[in-house]
């Protein structure tokens, strides 16, 4: 068992040269820093296939990543030591699957209020809903980020 993974999970449109992922890779060199392709349930098949045989694991999803990181989690809680979404879209038909459960272990959602993607509105309240132990950040930001993503203490999030 490979403990204490990381991994970045990009949006749909992005890939592993989006400007998340180049940073993480600089970064955190030792940070899974993957592309995903093709729909949700090949996405997340490729995600079980990455993190098989792993533990300890921080989750970063952006976006429909977030919705990925989300659904993995719920599946894998002892596995999962914590969660980092940036504006998740898990507003999304497939994450009400587990609108009766919890996740407990420490969460945090960073949202921009002037995302036009994925409405804060919506996520905010299930996001208090489906993790017990969160940290809602709603920033002034639209939905990449840009002025929000440069300034979080990562060190201290990936630790």
């Known amino acids: 068992m490979v403990e204490n993974t990381r991994i970045f999970i990009h949006g749909l449109e992005s890939s592993n040269k989006g400007t998340k992922a180049v940073f993480f890779r600089e970064s955190?060199?030792?940070?899974?820093?993957?592309?995903?392709?093709?729909?949700?349930?090949?996405?997340?098949?490729?995600?079980?296939?990455?993190?098989?045989?792993?533990?300890?694991?921080?989750?970063?999803?952006?976006?429909?990543?977030?919705?990925?990181?989300?659904?993995?989690?719920?599946?894998?809680?002892?596995?999962?030591?914590?969660?980092?979404?940036?504006?998740?879209?898990?507003?999304?038909?497939?994450?009400?699957?587990?609108?009766?459960?919890?996740?407990?272990?420490?969460?945090?959602?960073?949202?921009?209020?002037?995302?036009?993607?994925?409405?804060l509105s919506e996520v905010e309240p299930i996001a208090r809903k489906a993790f017990s132990n969160l940290s809602f950040n709603a920033v002034d930001d639209d939905h990449f980020l840009h002025k929000t993503f440069p300034i979080i203490d990562w060190e201290v999030l990936l630790s």
């Open 28 to 119: 955190f060199p030792d940070m899974i820093v993957p592309t995903f392709t093709g729909n949700l349930q090949e996405r997340m098949k490729s995600l079980e296939s990455i993190l098989s045989g792993k533990s300890g694991i921080r989750l970063v999803g952006s976006s429909f990543g977030g919705l990925m990181a989300s659904l993995f989690a719920f599946n894998h809680q002892p596995i999962v030591k914590k969660m980092i979404l940036l504006a998740p879209a898990i507003n999304f038909m497939e994450f009400a699957a587990h609108k009766n459960e919890t996740i407990s272990f420490p969460v945090w959602v960073y949202h921009g209020k002037a995302d036009e993607v994925i409405p």
